[in-house]
């Protein structure tokens, strides 16, 4: 891109102190931080345990899971390791602002791949509010490409951490899920009927036309 196109000259040229700022101030203390990382790789366990964590200094945590995602349990986190925890499961991210409670100081989200574009704007409100926001989720789709709003939630964190699962074929450090079974659909719930844990060199993306078999 050519940034002297006078077509973005107006967008450009915007100073940042331009923009419009927040009439009120932030509480302090507010964070974001994303756990983010292919499937295995321990994005529900380091979730969890920070849950944990943060009950055993007695702080109230509310933990949310999108509604789509029911592979184990729909009213717990569960990891493939089998531990777990309470989660109220909600649709949208409109709806699991609205069950935020007063006073809740930690609120831990699984599975934030799975959720509209409206949960980047409320993790910045909730912690701009003064909570600590944990969120879990797939930094990459099947195809290894970026998987919304992951992107955007990891640029607006404090703190991402990328963690990393077994690569099935090689033993090495695995980045990537591997689609296993013959599905065009970026969504598609699963756990290792469908998914393999591989390596950026083990792993083949494998585009699928709806209806191949
Ligand atoms: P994620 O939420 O990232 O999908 P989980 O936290 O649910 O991962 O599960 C991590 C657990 O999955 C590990 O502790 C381990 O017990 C199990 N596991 C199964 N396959 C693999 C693998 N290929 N690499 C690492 N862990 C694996
Ligand atoms: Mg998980
Ligand atoms: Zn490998």
Do not use: W
């Amino acid at each position: 891109m050519n940034p002297r196109d006078p077509a973005l000259d107006g967008e450009l040229d915007t100073p940042r102190s331009a923009r419009p700022v927040p009439t009120q101030a932030h509480s302090p203390g507010g964070r974001i931080e994303v756990v983010c990382g292919s499937m295995f790789s321990g994005k529900t366990e380091e979730l969890i345990r920070r849950v944990k964590r943060a009950l055993y200094g007695r702080q109230k945590v509310q933990a949310f899971k999108p509604r789509i995602d029911d592979r184990y349990d729909a009213t717990r986190i569960v990891s493939h390791g089998s531990i777990a925890i309470e989660a109220v499961p909600v649709a949208t991210s409109e709806s699991l602002l609205r069950r935020v409670e007063d006073g809740t100081q930690v609120i831990a989200i699984d599975e934030a791949q799975f959720f509209d574009r409206g949960i980047v704007e409320v993790c910045d409100e909730l912690a701009n509010q003064g909570r600590r926001v944990i969120l879990a989720g797939l930094d990459q789709d099947y195809l290894g490409r970026p998987f919304p709003p992951m992107p955007d939630l990891m640029a607006i964190a404090e703190e991402v951490t990328k963690v990393r699962a077994v690569c099935t074929v090689c033993g090495g450090s695995a980045s990537h899920s591997q689609r296993i079974i013959q599905q065009a659909s970026t969504v598609l719930v699963g756990g290792s009927e469908c998914y393999e844990a591989r390596c950026r060199g083990c792993f083949r993306p494998r585009d699928v036309r709806p209806g191949e078999a």
